[in-house]
């Protein structure tokens, strides 16, 4: 008769994939969900079961390093140049996480200087896609006293010129050459420190959302940190990569790709290469992403693409040619629609079964839109804990008639779409709980209902942090339901998240990745 390694009983188990009275565990797998023979047997006093979380959309190592910058999430500017004029000497000053929403602004050049005692100051915005910097960094880059022009990007100058020290998008690239890249013994420990407390928080698996290139990697070589954190036992969760599009060149007989042809799928079931990254437009706080009509509050602006069009569906058909899955990052619905028919040429050109593209955050979305995706067997990546922290930003960007397009959920779901769950920690805070929390109440930080015919049920916002996120990673017969045969990812909480109306509250008593509590 079997012999189980470990059999967690007295729980609520709630395994997305059936009844189960008991869990055994032999190994890193699952083998049976009723009571077996065991060499341990754990009681859990009446706690509840789940499949580990599965962030499908988050930026590990750039989190793990703002735990060691300045805390820029402040609610004045008042407080982000005290936090600035506060750090620890040394010749750069880094901070980020500030909202331009929350604290009065964007800080500025001239703001900087005051506070910053004649060090380097770079500070980012929480979006990840601007940056301000101060005028010795100005200086370095010659843009003292004028601009340049970046494709798909902007320095942003006041009405004589001159610039005031914000760099969107693209524009971010223009302070690489004096930042990146990081030591690769830097992103392992910022790797380490990240995924402790993805372990604290319940998540056994990411997708860290772009590397290698472009403003959002850290190293040409970052796949390296990965491999050498896990070789060094501090790579706690399982982690897919995506590949920065910028990393991406063409290659003899493939089209576009890595060296030795490595693509989409290479890696085992803790470290692996997923998609190639796209950027097609920026940040909805930010104000940049491309929309089909003007925000709200800044009538004639309705953001940009972060390239030619031509240039960015060629990019697209390319990768899909090549045999990469494609993650493309698309928030407005300009941005959305040209996405959506490159998927539909380069499947129309280049026919293959299932590749399961993906449009990471489907920010504002039109109901065509959501049918398009549908019929194309794309994969929208939406953001729930987006609805409490930067909620109000977002609404004041769309205005009350548009607000109903935004990140969508009940939609997606009623159009036969299978939902992820994912943070873009460390835009957000990114524990699932919370992210769970939001996607069922649709409440802004002040209180506001962000969008409620968009709200689902706790089962539904579970389901998309485990078999969701599983199905978009095309993971889903490895894990995201406690099922025989799947990887043995488990975590124990206080309550049941299917039940309770107050999933924030629930606690995460313990975290099982690969038949082993962590």
Not at 109 to 134: E, Y
Not at 159 to 181: C, D, F, M, S, W
Not at 230 to 240: I, M, P, S, T, W
Request: proline share 5%.
């Amino acid at each position: 008769m079997l012999e189980a390694d470990l059999l967690l009983t007295n729980a609520t188990f709630v395994t997305l994939d059936g009844p189960a009275t008991a869990v055994a565990v032999l190994g890193d797998r699952i083998v049976a969900l009723d009571e077996v023979p065991a060499r341990q047997v754990v009681d859990l006093d009446g706690a509840t079961v789940t499949p580990g979380f599965h962030d499908a959309h988050n930026h590990m190592a750039w989190y793990g390093l703002t735990l060691s910058e300045v805390d820029c999430r402040v609610e004045s500017l008042d407080a982000l140049y005290a936090a600035v004029e506060a750090a620890p000497d040394g010749e750069w000053v880094v901070g980020s996480g500030y909202d331009q929403n929350k604290c009065g602004g964007h800080p500025t050049r001239d703001g900087l200087d005051r506070v910053a005692r004649g060090r380097k100051v770079w500070i980012k915005h929480t979006s990840g896609h601007m940056c301000v910097v101060n005028t010795p960094v100005l200086a370095e880059l010659g843009l003292s006293d004028h601009a340049v022009e970046v494709d798909g990007g902007l320095v942003v100058t006041d009405e004589t010129g001159r610039p005031t020290g914000l760099l969107q998008e693209q524009a971010q690239q223009l302070i690489n050459p004096l930042v990146l890249p990081y030591p690769v013994d830097t992103l392992v420990d910022a790797i380490d420190r990240a995924g402790r407390q993805y372990l604290r928080e319940g998540v056994t698996s990411c997708v860290e959302a772009g590397i290698g290139g472009g403003w959002i990697g850290k190293s040409p070589v970052e796949l390296e940190a990965y491999q050498r954190a896990r070789e060094q036992g501090k790579l706690h969760v399982r982690v897919e990569l995506m590949v920065a599009a910028d990393a991406l060149h063409p290659i003899t007989e493939l089209g576009l790709g890595l060296d030795l042809g490595i693509r989409t799928g290479f890696g085992d079931d803790w470290l692996s290469i997923g998609p190639v990254k796209v950027f097609s437009d920026g940040s909805l706080i930010g104000h940049t992403a491309a929309m089909c009509h003007d925000f709200a509050d800044t009538p004639g602006n309705r953001g940009y693409l972060q390239g030619a069009p031509e240039a960015l569906t060629d990019t697209i058909v390319a990768a899909h040619q090549a045999g990469w899955r494609v993650a493309t990052h698309a928030i407005g619905d300009a941005a959305i629609d040209l996405v959506l028919d490159a998927y539909e040429q380069a499947q129309r050109s280049f026919p293959r079964a299932d590749p399961r593209h993906r449009v990471e955050h489907f920010g504002v979305s039109r109901p065509d839109q959501v049918a398009r995706a549908r019929a194309l067997g794309v994969i929208p990546v939406p953001q729930g804990r987006f609805v409490n922290e930067i909620g109000d930003g977002m609404l004041r960007a769309l205005g009350q008639d548009r607000s109903a397009f935004a990140y969508r959920q009940r939609s997606l779901l009623e159009a036969g779409i299978v939902l992820p769950g994912s943070s873009d920690r460390p835009v957000v805070s990114g524990a699932p709980l919370l992210g769970m929390h939001d996607m069922v109440h649709q409440r802004t930080a002040s209180g506001a209902p962000f969008n409620p015919d968009e709200a689902i049920t706790g089962l539904d916002a579970l389901r998309a942090f485990t078999y969701g996120s599983a199905y978009a990673s095309k993971q889903d017969h490895l894990k995201g339901t406690i099922t025989v045969g799947k990887l043995a990812d488990l975590v124990v909480l206080s309550d049941n998240p299917a039940t309770t109306d107050r999933i924030k509250d629930i606690e995460v008593l313990r975290t099982m990745v690969g038949g082993r509590f962590r």
